[in-house]
């Protein structure tokens, strides 16, 4: 099913390039919704997965994506509009939540990073390969 999508993802962008390769240079903005809707429903199916399995995986990181290409694809939707939310006494603009939420989604990324360092440490798996290593030396 998903390579299915792939492919009609990738020809969906082939055509619209080759009928028009201009769009190239220019802000695409079907490219932009194909593209991360897709990685939305990747992740979001890849979530149902692991709950069905129970072997929450990857589970930070997922989500992360999932809030950050939300977050993304609706700033970017919107188009190059220089949208301003307050102006007095500071500028908060669209493009300062689209960098807050990429915060967000580093930080995610770091928290299932330290879990899996957690998980090899326990296992022991991260100190035979320094181990291997060494030996080699």
């Not at 994506?65 to 919107?78: P, V």
């Not at 939310?85 to 990324?109: G, H, K, R, V």
């Amino acid at each position: 099913m998903i390579l299915v999508f792939l492919v009609l993802v990738l020809m969906a962008l082939s055509v619209q390039y080759y009928n028009a390769p201009d769009l190239y240079w220019k802000f695409n903005l079907l490219e932009i919704g194909i593209t991360s809707g897709l990685l939305i429903f990747y992740a979001l199916i890849f979530l149902i997965q692991n709950f069905k399995s129970r072997k929450p995986d990857y589970l930070y990181f997922c989500n992360g994506l999932i809030i950050y290409l939300a977050s993304s694809l609706s700033i970017f939707l919107s188009g190059n509009t220089d949208s301003v939310i307050f102006e007095e006494p500071f500028l908060l603009d669209f493009w300062f939540f689209n960098s807050l939420f990429y915060i967000l989604y580093q930080f995610l990324i770091f928290k299932e990073w330290k879990i899996l360092r957690y998980k090899s440490v326990k296992n022991g798996t991260e100190l035979t390969a320094v181990f291997d290593y060494l030996k080699k030396i």
